[in-house]
């Protein structure tokens, strides 16, 4: 993967990443109304942050290495 190809993932998912943490938010701010989805939300708020971390670091490593 290209560091451009990469770049561009990292702003899909930086988008996808900033809607999730919206939702979780306003799911906080209901509670305790559909409390039963706080566990689903989170965890998928918490992977999509995982995943942009890991291609963060990646991308650093691709432009260390120049």
Excluded: C, F, W
């Amino acid at each position: 993967m290209t560091i451009e190809e990469l770049q561009g993932q990292i702003r899909r998912l930086n988008s996808k990443a900033g809607q999730m943490k919206m939702d979780l938010h306003d799911l906080a701010e209901g509670l305790p109304t559909d409390y039963t989805q706080l566990m689903d939300v989170a965890a998928a708020t918490y992977e999509i942050y995982r995943q942009l971390d890991e291609l963060k670091q990646h991308l650093n490593k691709l432009e260390n290495a120049k």
